[in-house]
């Protein structure tokens, strides 16, 4: 069974940057997609950006230019970093990772980020 754990939020300064990281287990790391989503109190979950089996990159549009998502395949990680966190980047930001088309995927248990001003 595939078990996503995320950890790194916390509370940030707006302006500030943050570092999240998901660890993969129970799996062979091998995924058609992988990446982080987010739900803010309120409204529906939204990607934040997955890296597509081959390597390209994919962002939301809030967060295009602020966000880099990374793997590592040794250490069955996925990353996410982002800066000039703003107000509006807070919510809960889950993991996720789909092994095929067709398939739901794995969701990590999500974690808080707060951006405060």
């Known amino acids: 069974q595939v078990q996503l754990v995320e950890s790194g939020g916390g509370s940030v300064q707006a302006g500030g940057s943050l570092r999240l990281s998901c660890v993969v287990s129970g799996s062979d790391f091998s995924f058609i997609t992988m990446g982080w989503y987010r739900q803010a109190p309120g409204k529906e979950r939204e990607l934040v950006a997955s890296?597509?089996?081959?390597?390209?990159?994919n962002y939301g549009a809030a967060v295009r230019g602020r966000a880099t998502v990374s793997k590592d395949d040794t250490k069955k990680t996925i990353d996410l970093e982002m800066s000039n966190l703003q107000r509006e980047d807070t919510g809960v930001y889950f993991c996720?990772?789909?092994?095929?088309?067709?398939?739901?995927?794995?969701w990590g248990q999500g974690i808080q980020v707060t951006v405060s001003s």
């Open positions: 996720h990772a789909r092994p095929n088309l067709g398939v739901a995927g794995s």
């Open positions: 890296i597509i089996r081959g390597g390209a990159r």
